[in-house]
């Protein structure tokens, strides 16, 4: 009955926005198949994020220097359990908002791509997009389609395994200048991108979408604050519990991906219904 109750609070605040902002994390991809960090079996669990979360180890890999084996085990299955993921119906019901013209942005600390390939056009990647390669010289960046990416990370993974340092390099020299790219993702200790635009986005809006994020990681985590001293309202949905309780008017404990597609209905019924 709370949860129904719940689901109605926040369909009206959403039906009623004039500009709803999300701000989401690892859990809401987790119904794509991909593992959050801090979650019980999560990535974390069974990789030391002191010797894999640093930016320096995607530097160190992609420039074909030697690294540990726990580096390629940790690359093999990123590569298998992103090539697998697809957006799930948390990812669409995102997708359907902004095509209702309702969501106006997406902040997003997932590198996944899932949000744009549901169809969200504007999508703010603080942590960057593993689609995206950098270029260790120059700079440039080229975003990768689907097939190209996973098949580079096949051949990586097949080299990395063989220690064929040569073979990395030649894989990774993806730039018109010739220079080794790296994945354009931020690891612990990198700066962060594009942080003042998802700030002022998130001060912007009059009411935001907290979902699936432990809130532990930093600046990113300050998203919901910005919003909520901008007098927005907040609503937050979780798996295992409300880590912005302080903030929040809704906090909702279940799955995005559950969640999100019955907020939706609630929310298309109050339009077609009301004159917000
Ligand atoms: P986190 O792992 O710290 O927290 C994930 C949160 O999601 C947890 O609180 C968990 O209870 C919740 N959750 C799990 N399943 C859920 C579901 N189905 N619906 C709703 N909530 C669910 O993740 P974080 O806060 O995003 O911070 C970790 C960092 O790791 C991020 O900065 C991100 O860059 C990176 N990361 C990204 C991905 C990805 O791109 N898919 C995956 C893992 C980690």
Redesign the pocket.
């Known amino acids: 009955m709370e949860l129904e109750r719940q689901i109605e609070e926040a369909a009206t605040y959403i039906a009623r926005a004039r500009k709803l902002v999300a701000f989401?994390?690892?859990?809401?991809?987790?119904?794509?198949g991909?593992?959050?960090?801090?979650?019980p079996g999560?990535?974390w669990d069974r990789f030391d994020p002191l010797e894999l979360g640093g930016g320096d180890i995607f530097t160190s890999i992609f420039s074909g220097a030697r690294v540990p084996q726990a580096a390629v085990d940790f690359v093999s299955e990123m590569v298998a359990v992103l090539e697998r993921a697809r957006p799930n119906p948390?990812h669409y019901a995102l997708g359907e908002l902004e095509r209702m013209g309702i969501l106006r942005t997406v902040i997003t600390?997932?590198?996944?791509n899932?949000h744009r390939e549901a169809g969200n056009t504007k999508v703010i990647e603080v942590?960057g997009n593993?689609f995206r390669m950098a270029c260790m010289i120059c700079g440039n960046r080229i975003m990768l389609e689907r097939e190209e990416l996973f098949a580079m990370g096949r051949e990586l993974v097949e080299m990395l395994r063989a220690g064929n340092i040569q073979g990395i390099v030649r894989v990774a020299s993806k730039c018109r200048c010739g220079g080794v790219c790296r994945p354009d993702?931020?690891g612990f200790g990198e700066p962060v991108q594009e942080m003042p635009r998802a700030i002022s986005e998130a001060q912007s809006a009059d009411v935001l979408l907290i979902?699936?994020?432990?809130?532990?990681?930093y600046p990113?985590?300050y998203i919901p604050e910005y919003a909520k001293r901008a007098k927005a309202r907040l609503v937050e949905?979780?798996?295992?519990?409300c880590?912005f309780q302080d903030l929040v008017e809704v906090g909702m404990v279940?799955?995005?991906?559950e969640l999100l597609p019955r907020i939706l209905e609630r929310v298309k019924y109050l339009r077609s219904y009301s004159v917000f």
Do not use: W
Not at 34 to 39: A, L, Q, W
Not at 109 to 112: A, C, F, K, S, T
Not at 254 to 257: A, I, L, V
């Open positions: 989401s994390g690892a859990g809401v991809s987790a119904e794509s991909i593992p959050t960090f801090r979650d999560g990535l948390g600390q997932n590198i996944d899932l942590h593993i993702v931020v979902l699936g994020t432990s809130g532990m990681v990113a985590a949905i979780n798996a295992t519990g880590y279940g799955k995005s991906g």
